[in-house]
């Protein structure tokens, strides 16, 4: 019989749900936590509900996702209080075994733990360690992209992937920058999930390989080159049937029809998209580090203007992003 | 552009492919044949735009998901006065093979593209227009579009149809019941298509000469004989000149009959419509070609149509209506199409309960997937009008008559909210309150909200040298101790 996400939505893709979002954090009107699950607002109605770990599953087992998340006690990053850190950490565990006992498809529905910790070295190994015991099919690194400091999420990053198996698919949640993602993969992670390439796009930003353009800006208007040059995304490739979308075209349009956020969400995830095609091809040619080398040269000009928490963190794991080999 | 073909009227774009003796010949199946388009067969209806663009849908799902032949362009969508450019951007754009307007819409090549003055509908200008121009709305506020101007426009984008400046109001309680200004307007009109006409050929060459775009004269909003006058000068002194004619009150047209040398041109209907009902009846009254404004109105009150035409069978004797409200909650679990039988892209991949959920969370996506049906429900219903008027006249009068029938009045009226609707669209006036409820409020009471996103709408794409060498910063003010006394975390307040 067929689940009932299977009706709702017909997908050729692989989905991925969880039930509650980091963003609900800086978002909603908030929210206690307690043993039990998290008491909230319905962002609907305004009526409190409460989600508890065996809720959360069963919720996602009904949908039939492929990928499930873990209830999981987070609280912001940068967050001082160091006791309650403690407590969201270990909470987190003890609810990984609530949903694991409560999971109904475990030979369908890939269950997936999730590290917290905060910015806490220790803390995020004794997670790691008590997660790993778990044997969970896949394994995210959660509570980051809260506004914390490049260089502290990715020593965390580093920290887990460390500790983390060879052969488990490795999540870190909520990442997106370009940047950010090609030193994750350097530092060991596998997957990743962000909605800054379409929220940007309705902004009225384009991603190139250049750094990020803003197209609002008037000096676009006049501008009839492709969002990006060489670019194969369905609003800047050529040649025949090609939709031929000009810079000015879209500025006209920012902000104003929601046909530019629409053509501009199109190229900013084709971008995203291929950037990771050629991650894996770069690592499967056993050049990433001469991959990045490249990247960062694209974006910078100048080796000096290198974001220094790139180039530490990859200096972590024997990459020297400013050496001239490549 | 097509080579000047010496043994062709360049000038021809319409063959009618059968007339109708009903209503004096005014009622016919036709196609519209441009150089380079793809042939469109009448009645039929373009899209209309709004900034160059069909609402919601990008020139690849109009090219994949749609079946309209053209599109209805305004000029005032692309004459924003800026400090930083002496002239539109649209002037400027030079693509090897394609139109400027075209290229900078990039509307398909195959479609034919309309070029008005004003939008459809459009908002109506406080301070009216003027002896020599009109006032035009741009994103940038009101302005004065003359004919010069106007010809420039024209000779600039190179559109396939043009439509010249008519001296309307857009404002029908007051200026159309006034016999001085409909007086006027049929004066103005008329002048104003002179010195139009005599721009685009000074010499007044003979016909079958290409002066790039296709002219459709506008038909105006008054009775016969208020503008007989200046029907009869379009038909003697500019109907080798005219392609078309713009139809601004359809009531107009049984009048037309007399005048052979219009007759045989297409009829665009700019008129108001509201329902499926009125097309029929434009239809009826001859009309070839429509653009529809309840279309993208509809779409964007998030409600569905289903109507057919000829209408289906309908035993029970009910009366169907014209479209589904989608946000109702009735769809929340309902796994049927929008309409029953459609096979447009949103019918046969989702369903009313996806379509709901899509309009509650304010996807972009939900509007896009209205648009493709309700697209596909007109092309459709302008199908079934031709394969009736294929089967006889009266056959087709036989299927208006239980259209009436079966079908309600009115569009039913979408619950939910709109996606957002900008200055360009309507004007405002004081005091009046949003359209739409603001959904989310900041959880931080000053409205700092999340600097990152805020960084972001200003422009600074917050990545890169720029997001490094801070410190982790201390988000909340303050330890758990006094957030926990200010309420955080707290159900009640």
Same mark, same amino acid.
């Given at each position: 019989m067929p689940s009932r996400n299977d009706l709702l939505i017909i997908r050729p893709f692989y989905i991925l749900t969880s039930t509650f979002s980091f963003q609900m954090v800086s978002l909603l009107k908030l929210a206690k936590i307690t043993e039990e699950g998290v008491r909230f607002m319905s962002p609907h109605d305004g009526t409190p509900m409460l989600l508890t770990p065996e809720h959360s599953?069963?919720?996602q087992n009904t949908i039939g996702s492929d990928i499930i998340m873990q209830l999981d006690d987070v609280l912001v990053t940068t967050s001082p209080d160091h006791v309650r850190m403690r407590e969201a950490m270990e909470r987190s565990v003890r609810w990984l075994d609530r949903c694991i006992a409560a999971h109904k498809n475990p030979d369908t529905q890939n269950l997936f733990c999730i590290i917290q910790g905060g910015l806490?070295?220790?803390?995020?190994?004794?997670?790691?360690?008590?997660?790993?015991?778990?044997?969970?099919?896949?394994?995210?690194?959660?509570?980051?992209?809260?506004g914390e400091a490049k260089s502290d999420f990715c020593r965390v990053v580093l920290t887990c992937t460390e500790l983390l198996p060879e052969l488990k698919p490795r999540y870190v949640m909520g990442i997106g920058y370009p940047e950010d993602l090609v030193v994750s993969v350097a530092l060991g992670a596998d997957m990743f999930d962000c909605v800054w390439p379409t929220r940007t796009a309705r902004f009225g930003n384009a991603i190139t390989k250049h750094g990020v353009l803003n197209i609002r800006n008037s000096k676009y208007a006049n501008d009839f080159g492709p969002l990006e040059e060489g670019c194969e995304c369905a609003c800047c490739r050529t040649g025949e049937g090609a939709m031929g979308i000009t810079r000015a075209f879209v500025h006209h349009n920012t902000a104003k029809e929601t046909v530019s956020a629409h053509l501009l969400s199109i190229h900013n995830v084709w971008y995203q998209l291929n950037l990771m095609r050629e991650v894996r091809n770069a690592i499967i040619a056993d050049e990433y580090p001469a991959f990045l080398r490249q990247f960062f040269a694209n974006l910078y000009p100048d080796k000096a203007d290198y974001p220094e928490w790139a180039v530490e963190a990859l200096r972590m794991v024997n990459i020297d992003l400013r050496s001239n080999n490549t | 552009m097509a080579t000047p073909?010496?043994?062709k009227d360049m000038r021809i774009i319409f063959r009618t492919v059968n007339d109708f003796i009903a209503n004096d010949g005014a009622v016919r199946l036709g196609r519209l044949s441009l150089p380079n388009r793809n042939p469109v067969d009448t009645p039929n209806y373009f899209g209309l735009t709004s900034r160059g663009a069909v609402p919601h849908m990008t020139p690849d799902n109009i090219s994949k998901h749609t079946e309209i032949g053209g599109v209805y362009i305004a000029i005032e969508d692309f004459l924003e006065h800026s400090r930083k450019r002496a002239y539109p951007a649209i002037y400027n754009i030079d693509v090897p093979g394609k139109e400027p307007l075209h290229a900078y819409t990039a509307t398909p090549s195959s479609m034919v593209t309309i070029l008005g003055a004003r939008r459809n509908p459009a908002v109506t200008a406080p301070s009216g227009n003027g002896r020599n121009y009109i006032s035009i709305f741009t994103s940038t506020g009101f302005q004065r579009l003359d004919t010069e101007n106007y010809h420039r426009a024209i000779e600039n984008v190179r559109p396939d149809i043009a439509i010249p400046l008519a001296d309307l109001t857009f404002n029908e309680s007051k200026a159309y019941s006034n016999a001085k200004r409909q007086l006027r307007m049929v004066e103005r009109t008329e002048d104003w298509l002179a010195a139009f006409f005599k721009l685009r050929d000074p010499e007044d060459t003979p016909r079958k000469t290409d002066h790039g775009a296709h002219i459709f004269g506008p038909l105006l909003p008054t009775d016969f004989q208020t503008q007989w006058e200046y029907i009869n000068r379009l038909a003697q002194d500019y109907a080798e000149k005219l392609s078309g004619l713009a139809v601004y009150d359809v009531n107009i047209l049984p009048d037309l009959a007399e005048y052979s040398s219009l007759t045989?041109?297409?009829?665009?209907?700019?008129?108001?419509?509201?329902?499926?009902?009125?097309?029929l009846r434009q239809v009826q009254l001859g009309i070839d070609l429509f653009t529809i404004p309840f279309?993208?109105?509809?779409?964007?009150? +998030?409600?569905?149509?289903?109507?057919?035409?000829?209408?289906?069978p309908n035993p029970a004797a009910s009366i169907l209506p014209l479209g589904t409200d989608l946000w109702s909650v009735d769809h929340q679990t309902s796994l049927a199409p929008l309409a029953e039988g459609c096979e447009c892209y949103a019918c046969t991949r989702h369903h009313l309960a996806y379509m709901q959920h899509l309009l509650n969370a304010k996807e972009m996506l939900g509007w896009t997937l209205l648009q493709m049906h309700n697209h596909r429900v007109l092309s459709d219903f302008f199908a079934g009008i031709r394969g009736s008027l294929g089967r006889g006249y009266a056959a087709f009068e036989e299927d208006c008559a239980r259209f009436a029938r079966v079908y309600d009045t009115e569009i039913p009226k979408g619950t939910g909210t709109r996606p957002r609707a900008r200055g360009y669209h309507f004007k405002s006036e004081g005091g009046e309150?949003?359209?739409?409820?603001?959904?989310?409020?900041?959880?931080?009471?000053? $409205?700092? +909200?999340?600097?990152?996103?805020?960084?972001?709408?200003?422009?600074?794409?917050?990545? +890169?040298?720029?997001?490094? $060498?801070?410190?982790?910063?201390?988000?909340p003010e303050g330890g758990a101790e006094e957030l926990d006394k200010k309420g955080f975390a707290e159900i009640d307040k």
């Open positions: 599953i069963s919720l806490d070295t220790e803390m995020r190994r004794e997670c790691t360690r008590e997660m790993v015991a778990r044997n969970t099919p896949g394994i995210a690194i959660g509570g980051l992209s809260g | 073909n010496s043994d045989h041109l297409p009829r665009l209907s700019l008129d108001i419509m509201t329902s499926p009902h009125d097309i279309l993208n109105s509809t779409s964007d009150a +998030g409600v569905a149509l289903t109507f057919k035409f000829p209408p289906p309150s949003k359209i739409n409820e603001a959904a989310w409020e900041n959880y931080e009471a000053a $409205g700092s +909200g999340d600097p990152v996103v805020a960084a972001e709408m200003a422009g600074r794409a917050a990545t +890169g040298a720029k997001g490094e $060498g801070k410190e982790t910063p201390v988000v």
